[in-house]
Nanobody, 111 residues
Framework: QVQLVESGGGLAQAGGSLRLSCEAS???????MGWYRRAPGKQRELVAT???????IYASSVKGRFTISRDNVKNTVYLQMNSLKPEDTAVYYC??????WGQGTQVTVSS
């Protein structure tokens, strides 16, 4: 098991940017990592994932606007979110393979 702590959420205006961070309690070198989100009244959905080799997958709704990256030395994964839209408003959860989840961080985008 690994503990994951997200940070960087908050309020942004449409068109703005936020950067989420997820720090792990131990090495994530062998873990796939990712970000999911749950909007009000909706199911949790995948935002982006990154393998231990650096391969990435993005939801079509965020492709070209969000970038996932990882720093295995710092045991941290990031989500750079640009050109934010009100529909990006959600609680964002960090995930590590092996069914490990963070507590979530709120992102609110105002129009």
């Amino acid at each position: 098991q690994v503990q994951l702590v997200e940070s960087g959420g908050g309020l942004a205006q449409a068109g703005g940017s936020l950067r989420l961070s997820c720090e792990a309690s131990r090495s994530i070198f062998f873990n796939a990592m990712g970000w999911y989100r749950r909007a009000p009244g909706k199911q949790r959905e995948l935002v982006a994932t990154i393998t231990n080799g650096g391969s990435t997958i993005y939801a079509s709704s965020v492709k070209g606007r969000f970038t996932i990256s990882r720093d295995n030395v710092k045991n941290t994964v990031y989500l750079q979110m640009n050109s934010l839209k009100p529909e990006d408003t959600a609680v964002y959860y960090c995930w590590a393979s092996g069914d490990n989840w963070g507590q979530g961080t709120q992102v609110t985008v105002s129009s």
